[in-house]
């Protein structure tokens, strides 16, 4: 007994969600209306492939079919005008002698042993690009009908929303994938961690400190401090962040192993106010910074150690003395510091410098 449309429907939603129901999609279209397999194709608004499924080649040949036969395929390119929100026998469009002459026909199927012949097609534009399905039939069962194309097209609704719901979470997995990348750009380490602790999410910077136990670890996916106060100080944070307290989560001072330097840790409500926001400045911050001044603004070895100088709260003349050079000199140096920085006065300067995000060194 054949699949029936709603069956085929329950599998359309289970498939906008779960990869593997989605490629067990094109073998339920093509039992709906006897066809002996299926494919379903996306393409973003370029017509660029960007994910596929079928029910009867393995991905190698699929593969091969997007590489060298797709944009000759007759079907597509004689049918997206005339499929387009509808299902159409393709033998209507393209005559079965038309079909057979094609590249498609001989250097795909025919050269794979296959003898399909009759299709029936749907395309199915949006703003987030299209999806096209193709339903096959070997040569004996002979062409697709109306009454078969009438049973698909009550699955068109359906279709779109599959196709949307797909669409939206490749674009929110590639958002997220480039915030993550970004993130772990940065020297600070991030989390985002719920009220009882559990860890949602975490940059590289965290994961390394989570690893190696520096002051903070992970136990059983839940962040604490290795420090007694620390960690109810952690505590005294992450429950008022997520009650929505920003005032009150405070600053915590995170005390490193090792005699490590201590190191500031920040608490902050996200949006939702269920989860909050942890950042544990790195080590050596200052130092973070000045070794990126050289690319972001293009400053000399000397300007980046008179900005270093000057982050730390030293002076001109502390500067002139340390590297023994004229007062005057320095003085010259400051004036093109604050030239390539755009800024116009010395607390300017360093209030600019000390905004700057640590980015790691590709050493670290």
């Known amino acids: 007994m054949r ?16 990869d593997d129901a989605f490629a067990r999609l094109p073998a339920a279209f093509a039992e709906l209306v006897g066809g002996r397999s299926a494919t379903i194709q ?17 991905p190698e040949m699929y593969a091969k079919y997007a590489q060298h ?42 050269s794979n042993g296959d003898d399909t012949m009759h299709c029936i097609a749907t395309n199915l534009a949006s703003d987030s690009g299209a999806i096209i399905i193709g339903i096959h039939r070997a040569h004996t069962p002979g062409a697709f009908e109306e009454d078969e194309a009438l049973l698909l097209q009550q699955t068109v609704p359906h279709i779109r929303r599959l196709h949307l719901i797909r669409a939206r979470l490749r674009d929110a997995d ?3 994938n480039m915030a993550n990348a970004a993130l772990d750009c940065f020297a600070f380490a991030v989390m985002v961690v719920k009220s009882d602790r ?31 106060d620390v960690d109810r100080a952690l505590g005294h944070g992450l429950f008022n962040a997520t009650l929505g307290r920003p005032a009150r989560t405070g600053v915590v001072q995170l005390h490193c192993p090792n005699g490590g330097a201590s190191r500031k840790i920040i608490v902050s409500v996200m949006p939702d106010r269920k989860q909050a926001l942890i950042i544990v400045e790195p080590p050596n911050d200052y130092n ?16 980046i150690g008179l900005a270093e100088t000057l982050l730390k709260g030293g002076q001109l003349e502390d ?46």
Do not use: C
């Open 3 to 18: 699949i029936g449309p709603t069956k085929l429907i329950d599998l359309m939603y289970d498939a906008a969600f779960d």
């Open 42 to 58: 996306f393409f973003d608004q370029d017509w660029t492939h960007i994910d596929f499924a079928g029910s009867y080649f393995g």
């Open 69 to 110: 036969h797709y944009k000759d395929d007759i079907w597509i390119n004689a049918g997206l005008a005339q499929t387009r929100g509808k299902f159409r026998s393709m033998d209507e469009i393209v005559s079965l002698d038309q079909f057979l002459k094609t590249s498609t026909y001989n250097e795909f199927f025919r």
């Open 174 to 176: 590639m958002r997220s």
């Open 198 to 228: 559990q860890i949602v999410s975490t940059n590289a910077a965290a994961d390394k400190i989570l690893r190696q136990g520096d002051g903070l670890v992970s136990l059983r996916g839940k962040v604490s401090a290795k420090a007694s």
């Open 288 to 303: 973070a910074v000045g070794a990126h001044l050289a690319q972001f603004y293009g400053l000399s070895a000397a300007e």
């Open 319 to 364: 500067y002139a003395i340390a590297r023994d050079v004229r007062l005057s000199t320095v003085r010259t140096q400051l004036s093109s510091l604050l030239r390539k920085t755009d800024t116009h006065r010395q607390s300017q300067l360093i209030a600019m410098l000390a905004r700057l995000p640590s980015i790691k060194d590709e050493k670290s």
